[in-house]
């Protein structure tokens, strides 16, 4: 047989006719020589060790368990729940800082979101920052979640029969049951309350607002004989006076005042005049930032300039003056004004002195703004606190007179002075009892304290002016076990039921039965036709409560007709008591004043991380409270920003960190309540500051907050401060950034401010090398728009929060904030310019403050799309700048070309990252992130989408429903937000939407339009209402 | 046509060929001397910090390590980028241009100067590679078709010509200079034996010096080398792009592209005068480096520092006669009298400044005054592309976003670590590679008269000598 070879070794193998072994066909190294001999068969024991070691490895691998996500379908589904879809209910948001009917958006089970209820005649739609952040607190972890004696978890069953015996025992000895609570709003607690003391005869319901409005209480009682505060109409008001008075962000019910403010600030209507605004205050304030004239005062001199403004008045209008103080302010124009301006004007003041709110009585007397402007057929219930009362049952408990007291949502012990004096003869009292949300302050030292439900777990109903009603309900069943407040008193008082059957009664025979009733047109231009509807009790001739009751329900409030004479002034108060009230004494040294922060109030919600991030609307702060100090003063002192000082007055003292402010007088340092807090829950923990409440002094029975003596010396120390804006002046760029002009200009020239913007509209259209702008075949459905008005925007910030719920924007924390890598989509800029100014004594130190809310332009020329360079932010047909999350790789090229520095970016890992434990990194809290939002990985960039989401689920519900989208449909979170409407949504491409108009309008310009990014957004130039020539140095 | 009359001779000491293979492979044949271990160690400790913690960290945090914020949201990074690109540019221009050019005088500093421009290249393409927000993403930059993710990438953006550009020319630089080295392996083989014989000559190619060999060589070199010359131009142009055609003041310039191409060439000749005075002393190859190296180059150096000069002052110019507040507000308020005056008067002195020392000869032949101002140029310019990174972006339009940049201890370390990278690179060439091109040294070691240039240029020279 022929034998072929391939190679010599086969050949040779050939040759010796060997045959090849077929093993070393394959590599043998790495293999033991029995292995190879055994030609790899393996063994029934090298089976079973590999099945031993397989199995044992993949049980060790596995072992690492994953987190066990559970999404669990709905087995049957709720009738009024579709998954992906929201409810909304209107509800009441009552706090001792704030009220407001609100509409509670509710996605699967869970409130999201917290947004105004446009038939309230109050809030008027509006909410503020506070607002907006209060759907978190009810998934804040540190509330109590179960009731608690003596520091040891208990029973309610236990607790009631407790209590009960206590009470019953104490009532019959005698002693005196104080139920200290903040101002209650709601008729039917005020009803069970009674109840309860018809069962307890001894018991005592003593108010205590944390900031006190006692003072004008007894003003009022004393020249009006009527113990209450007169509802506001800042909308009828054409000279608005302001001593004091933060109207705007914090005083008396600062949503209701922004929201009439603004209208009178309103050009967009055909209004050709808008009011005027005169602030006289000892710090900036966010209403004095929008006056037209403001002046910083001392203090002390508030008086004097009432005294010398009341004596000018009287003159011209036939009056008795008072004895006149020396004051050097020159007040002829304020003076001719009001006089024009007689019945159309109002002063207010917020100092809680009883002398002066008797002169602002007096003033406003004069000047028959009652029945006007200051409607006293109505009351404002926000506030009832007297603190003559509340002294007199502090005396009782330290005195022994007092068997029980119970702390219905009051924390005597945090936001009263001597709160460790305080604190210590509570714990004397033989029964105590905190029924509030955690353990605060005051309830660390009380024996019971029973956790009160979230306003969004509760019924209730409140009375906030006279006559007009709201109503909540809960949005959610209880996250823990806590029991509603009323229904703790009820058990008490031995009312069987819930308290929804309670209120629900009162509602029958109180409210509703009352047939007389017709809804007052408010502003007769106002055609909004839901208030213009006949109630149904009007339509059907007669009462059908469960019609009535489920369209209050549904509406979130209702409106009863206030009949009544108003009160008469009763000038010779004044007379009688001229010494007293004209009584003067020159305050020496450095003064303090206290005030509260738009976000932070006094301190309920410290807890709230979102409302610690919100930067102050004047200093831009976050995170800390601090000493503002005016910059004369401090270059006097030798002070520089965040260094230490320590302010003492009497035995109290706090070491905080200073902070330059201008436009505050040269003598008084500020410091904000709210802050210090020592028991509110973990965020509130890491927020730097001092309690600023234990400077509180007396005057007449009533607290007082400002011109307190104090010392001041520095500490050496220095401790940072986290300011989202450091840099205040517009580099001379006013033009192109804020245009304003004044109301006279404007009056001449349409276009006064905003020449700048005719230019570029008639030249640069035509100038263009490139085919690059606007063209309107790229946009053949929508074109979003947004335009904003500066003479409505007060800088409030609400839309800020609002933006950071509905979008579920990440909380960074105070270093990060430092660092500058806050992640506010909508950010408000606010600038400082010197003006020259008749009224003004001081020229730099008394600047004007321009609000400017910057969010993404969504630019249709937008520099930050062609840099991408993965298109992971390209322009849609809609004309929105969008942004893909997940295509993003974060070059972060997009955030330096863009003009506005609107973009953001995911510095860290702020969803699951264990260094930022504030928002995201909780189960519990996590329930609060809106569904339709994709929450950001670190490493991406994010922006304002003009919340394409709303868009989406507009346009989809118009499609469902088979009918075009309508003008105002779609409402953007920060529009929604805005109290006073600045902010205005719509489609440029709709032929009569209101934004046609606006943008058509001659105040309106593009932010720096010059760079021809043709910005979606528009502003419309501020027009203040000043008289002389506009110059601004910026 | 070189002429010793005019330059010198190129090679002192009258060489031998064996001379020149045995003084250039004296580095790698001998024992490393002690200053190499040191300066070895220390370069490794950098780079190992640098990229075995800061970029790790980097990584894994996220890049809010570094001092980058919202309104300065690219910070040392970039500067580092740009700087290390710069100095890789020296390499490739110094080693083509005077090719193209035919300064011969190249041949001892050009393969320095080509390792240079590779590790530089390397130590600038860790930069783009870290510095976005998610690396693990990064592949999307690369458009490798819209059939597998359905979409494509921007090509609008100048960051995407970056990826192309910088991808192109460190493939190329790294060609061309390896093929330079193709014949020293061969040498190096030669002289060996046993595993590090067989490496070189696996690296070698298997070069024989066959005639062929010889001519494909230089044709490759030729051919590679008209490729890179534009790649020079084109790839700092591309990088400067990133800037100007980007909207901030300061950013968005004509002049950029130009401008930054000669701050290259100007940050890498200035580099390779460090190294190789630093080369010359430590292996005293004083024969081969001659201060008429040192010379020339110091020559060009004075002129690209006028032409930056006269950059500056155009830009200065511009910004005062383009009436842009924005713009004049970058130069003049911010750079000029603001801020940022600091690092850019700096910047102005380093770079314009103190290169026109060098117009006295006795400091162009001080290797301790060519020593301090081309180190001086490197540091004004990384202080220009920090002035060019950093203040444009702090101070924009808007000034309520305002906000001062100042780098992390990561963001240093991790720079330092691209120095580390760099410094090992260097040193592990100095020991392993050829330092200079021993084949084209050799071409010139016995060239001392004038060479017989081809007719064309023969009659052109004629004709330039009658004129005179």
């Known amino acids: 047989m022929k034998k072929y070879w391939r190679s010599l070794e086969e050949l040779e193998s050939v040759q010796k006719n060997e045959a090849i072994e077929p093993s070393i066909e394959f590599p043998t190294d790495g293999l033991s020589k029995d292995e190879i001999k055994n030609k790899y068969v393996s063994n029934r024991r090298d089976f079973l060790k590999l099945l031993g070691f397989s199995t044992a490895y993949a049980v060790a691998a596995t072992s690492c368990q994953q987190p066990v996500r559970k999404a669990i379908p709905f087995l049957q589904r709720p009738a009024d729940i579709t998954p992906g879809v929201a409810n909304h209910y209107a509800t009441t948001l009552v706090t001792p800082d704030d009220y407001a009917s609100v509409v509670v958006k509710v996605r699967d089970g869970r409130p999201i979101k917290i947004e105004g209820n446009k038939l309230s005649k109050i809030t008027q739609g509006g909410t503020n920052a506070r607002i907006q952040a209060a759907v978190l607190d009810l998934y804040d972890t540190a509330r109590l979640q179960y009731p608690v004696k003596n520091g040891k978890e208990t029973s309610w069953d236990k607790v009631d029969s407790e209590i009960t015996k206590q009470l019953t025992d104490i009532a019959a000895k005698g002693q005196k049951i104080v139920i200290m609570s903040g101002t209650i709003l709601s008729p039917s607690t005020k009803k069970l309350l009674e109840e309860f003391k018809a069962k307890y005869p001894t018991a005592e319901v003593v108010y205590l607002d944390p900031v006190s409005y006692s003072a004008m209480i007894d003003a009022n009682e004393a020249t009006f004989g009527k113990a209450g505060i007169p509802y506001y109409r800042f909308d009828k008001a054409k000279v608005i006076v302001g001593f004091n008075a933060d109207f705007l962000g914090t005083w008396l019910s600062p949503v209701q005042f922004t929201a009439d403010y603004a209208k009178t600030r309103d050009l967009t209507n055909g209004q050709t005049e808008i009011s005027r605004h005169y602030q006289f205050e000892t710090l900036m304030s966010l209403t004095g930032s929008n006056a037209d004239y403001r002046q910083y005062i001392k203090p002390a001199q508030e008086k004097k300039l009432l005294i010398k403004l009341h004596n000018a008045l009287a003159a011209k209008l036939g009056g008795t003056p008072v004895k006149e103080l020396n004051c050097s302010y020159k007040i002829d124009k304020l003076v001719a004004d009001l006089v024009a301006n007689k019945g159309k004007s109002l002063v207010v003041s917020g100092t809680n002195d009883k002398s002066i709110q008797i002169l602002v009585n007096a003033i406003n007397n004069m000047l028959g703004n009652y029945g006007t402007t200051i409607d006293f057929t109505r009351e404002t219930l926000l506030k009832q606190g007297r603190d003559s009362k509340l002294h007199e049952a502090f005396g009782a408990i330290k005195d022994g007179k007092v068997g029980a007291v119970i702390f219905y949502h009051a924390n005597p012990v945090y936001v009263c002075p001597k709160g460790d004096k305080k604190a210590a003869i509570i714990k004397k009292v033989p029964l105590s009892i905190a029924l509030t949300d955690k353990i605060d302050e005051t309830a660390k030292h009380v024996n019971y304290v029973l956790p009160d439900n979230n306003f969004l777990e509760s019924w209730s109903d409140a009375e906030p002016v006279t006559g007009m009603y709201s109503l909540g309900q809960p949005t959610i069943n209880k996250l823990w076990n806590t029991r509603q407040a009323q229904e703790s008193f009820m058990k008490w008082a031995g009312i069987e039921g819930g308290f929804y059957d309670y209120m629900k009664k009162y509602w029958m025979e109180n409210i509703l039965n009352r047939n007389t009733q017709t809804v007052e047109k408010a502003n007769p231009k106002d055609d909004n036709k839901e208030t213009a509807q006949e109630t149904p009790a009007e339509s059907q001739g007669i009462i059908d409560f469960t019609s009535g009751w489920t369209k209050a329900l549904q509406d979130g409030v209702y409106e009863v007709e206030v009949t009544g004479e108003a009160p008469q002034f009763n000038a010779s108060y004044l007379t009688e008591n001229e010494a007293k009230i004209t009584e003067f004494k020159k305050p020496k040294g450095l003064q303090l004043a206290l005030y509260e922060k738009i976000g932070i109030g006094s301190g309920l919600m410290a807890n709230n991380p979102w409302l610690q991030e919100m930067p102050d609307p004047i200093t831009k702060a976050t995170w800390d409270n601090y000493v503002t100090v005016a910059p004369k003063t401090a270059e006097e002192k030798g002070w520089k920003q965040e260094d230490v000082v320590k302010v003492k007055a009497g035995d109290v003292e706090v070491e905080l960190p200073v902070l330059i402010q201008p436009g505050q007088d040269l003598t008084t340092i500020g410091i904000a309540l709210g802050y210090g807090r020592t028991a509110a829950g973990p965020v509130a923990d890491q927020v730097g500051g001092a309690n600023a409440a234990i400077f509180i002094t007396a005057k007449d029975g009533n607290r007082i907050f400002n011109g307190i003596p104090v010392e001041v010396t520095q500490t050496g120390k220095t401790y940072p401060l986290a300011q989202t804006q450091t840099h205040d002046t517009m580099e001379g760029r006013a033009e192109d950034i804020a245009r304003e002009t004044t109301l006279k200009e404007w009056q001449k020239d349409k276009h006064a401010g905003n020449h700048k913007h005719v230019f570029f509209k008639d030249k640069l259209e035509h100038v263009n090398l490139y085919k690059e702008g606007y063209h309107p075949e790229d946009y053949p459905g929508h074109h979003w728009g947004l335009a904003i008005d500066y003479n409505k925007c007060t800088g409030c910030s609400a839309c800020i929060i609002a933006c950071q719920v509905e979008n579920n924007i990440a909380i960074v924390g105070k270093e990060q904030v430092r660092r500058r890598r806050n992640m506010h989509w909508l950010r408000i800029d606010r600038y400082y310019s010197t003006v020259e100014n008749e009224l003004y004594s001081d020229v730099k130190n008394n600047p004007e403050v321009f609000h400017q809310p910057v969010m993404c332009q969504h630019c249709d020329n937008a520099p930050c799309e062609n840099v991408c360079p993965v298109a992971a932010t390209p322009h849609t047909n809609e004309g929105l700048n969008s942004m893909a999350y997940n295509r993003c790789i974060g070059t972060r090229y997009c955030m330096n070309n863009c003009p506005y520095k609107v973009r953001r970016f995911n510095w860290f890992n702020f969803v699951e990252g264990g260094d930022y434990n504030y928002l995201f990194n909780d189960e519990v809290k996590r329930m609060v992130l809106n569904p339709d939002v994709v929450v950001r990985q670190r490493g991406v960039v994010e922006k304002c989408t003009l919340c394409v989401q709303r868009i989406q689920e507009g346009k989809l519900k118009a499609k469902t429903e088979g009918r075009e989208l309508r003008d105002g449909e779609i409402e953007v979170a920060c529009e929604q937000a805005c109290p006073s409407g600045a902010i205005v949504f719509g489609d440029t491409n709709m032929a009569d939407a209101r934004i046609i108009k606006l943008f058509q309008d001659e105040r309106s310009y593009g932010l720096l339009e010059e760079l021809k990014t043709l910005p979606s957004v528009v502003y419309m130039t501020k027009v203040r209402n000043k008289d002389e020539e506009h110059k601004t140095e910026a | ?468």
């Open chain 2, 1 to 468: 046509m070189y002429k010793k009359e005019v330059r010198g001779e190129l090679i002192l000491g009258n060489k031998s060929y064996g001379d020149i293979t045995n003084d250039i492979l004296r580095s790698q044949e001998e024992k490393a001397p002690l200053w190499w271990w040191i300066s070895f160690a220390v370069f490794f400790v950098l780079m190992a910090i640098g990229l075995g913690w800061a970029v790790p960290k980097t990584i894994m945090k996220g890049i809010g390590v570094w001092g980058n914020n919202n309104q300065v949201a690219w910070g040392w990074a970039i500067i580092n980028f740009v700087w290390w690109i710069g100095i890789g540019h020296a390499g490739t221009a110094f080693s083509i241009f005077l090719l193209v050019f035919r300064q011969k005088w190249r041949t001892s500093i050009n393969r320095a100067a080509e390792a240079m421009t590779v590790f530089a290249v390397l130590a600038a393409g860790l930069f783009p590679a870290i510095h976005v927000g998610r690396p693990w993403d990064e592949f999307f930059i690369f458009p490798y078709g819209p059939n597998s993710r359905g979409l494509w990438v921007n090509f609008n953006s100048p960051l995407l010509w970056d990826v192309f550009a910088i991808a192109t020319y460190l493939t190329t630089s790294a060609i061309f200079w390896y093929i330079g080295m193709l014949p020293d392996f061969a040498t190096i083989r030669d002289r060996s034996t046993g595993i590090k014989r067989t490496i070189f000559n696996a690296m070698s190619f298997g070069w024989v010096g066959k005639m062929s060999s010889w001519r494909k060589f230089e044709d490759a070199l030729a051919i590679l080398g008209g490729l890179a010359m534009p790649l020079v131009i084109a790839v700092h142009s591309i990088v400067s792009t990133d800037f100007s055609a980007g909207i901030l003041p300061g950013w968005h310039e004509t002049i950029f592209p130009p401008f930054f191409v000669v701050g290259a060439i100007f940050s890498g000749f200035s580099m390779v005068v460090t190294l190789m005075v630093l080369i010359r002393k430590a292996f005293k190859l004083d024969d081969y480096v001659t201060d008429d190296h040192f010379d020339a180059i110091a020559r060009i150096i004075t002129f690209v520092s006028l032409i930056m000069g006269s950059a500056y002052l155009i830009e200065l110019f511009i910004a005062w006669y383009s009436a842009n507040k924005f713009e004049s507000y970058v130069f003049i308020d911010n750079y000029m009298f603001g801020h940022y005056s600091a690092p850019y008067w700096w910047m102005v002195i380093f770079n314009a400044f103190l290169p026109q020392l060098f117009w006295f000869k006795k400091i162009r032949r001080n290797l301790t005054a060519i020593f301090i101002i081309t180190i001086g140029v490197n540091i004004g310019m990384w202080l220009e592309r920090y002035n060019i990174v950093v203040p444009p972006a702090a101070e924009d339009f808007l000034p309520a976003n305002w906000f001062e940049y100042a780098p992390t201890i990561i963001d240093k370390w991790v720079y330092l670590g691209t120095i580390g990278l760099f410094g090992v690179g260097v040193l592990l060439f100095i020991r392993f590679i050829p330092m200079m091109a021993m084949n084209e040294l050799k071409q010139q070691a016995k060239r001392h008269t004038e060479l017989k240039p081809t007719d064309i240029q023969y009659h052109a020279i004629k004709k330039l000598l009658n004129d005179e």
